[in-house]
């Protein structure tokens, strides 16, 4: 079974659960041959079709079983998969103006770390791409290099 684990963290993100939700979505991840598709939707009002929670104490467990992480593009989201060695699409959420986050998202994604959809209608594309992308693991956390990258960019 390849499951996919969708997080929006503590923010609303309906965009994004509501083009998880969509069957062409589903379709595509079936046919990558992922099977289980869970949402966590944090804030947000839409309710998926899909297995869904708000919020958990913590959620460590649904990204060490997943095999495929779909995230909004908070930086503990991001990290925390990719510390895991997960394949990782980043969904920017356009109405969060934070340009870290794209900063961030698009500075990884160039380093073939994790897929960037700059906007939740890119999903259905990059689910496309996923079979086919290799990631290029986080180099280990005691060279800080990556965190202090990313300290630069917030500061």
Not at 3 to 17: A, E, I, Q, R
Not at 115 to 138: A, H, K, M, Y
Request: aromatic share 6%; net charge negative; charged share 15%.
């Amino acid at each position: 079974t390849m499951k996919v684990f969708t997080t929006v963290g503590t923010t609303n993100f309906d965009d994004l659960v509501k083009e998880v939700d969509k069957d062409e979505v589903k379709s595509a991840l079936a046919n990558s041959g992922y099977t289980h598709i869970e949402c966590q939707i944090g804030s947000g009002t839409y309710t998926p079709s899909l297995p869904n929670f708000s919020y958990a104490p913590s959620l460590s467990d649904k990204f060490q079983s997943a095999d495929l992480v779909v995230s909004h593009a908070g930086a503990g989201s991001i990290l925390e998969a990719l510390r895991l060695g997960k394949k990782l699409i980043v969904v920017v959420n356009q109405k969060l103006m934070n340009n870290h986050q794209l900063e961030i998202s698009r500075e990884l994604s160039q380093r073939s770390h994790l897929l960037v959809c700059e906007s939740p209608s890119q999903l259905l594309d990059t689910i496309l791409l996923v079979n086919s992308f290799n990631p290029v693991p986080l180099p280990p956390p005691q060279t800080n290099i990556l965190v202090n990258q990313i300290e630069k960019l917030l500061s």
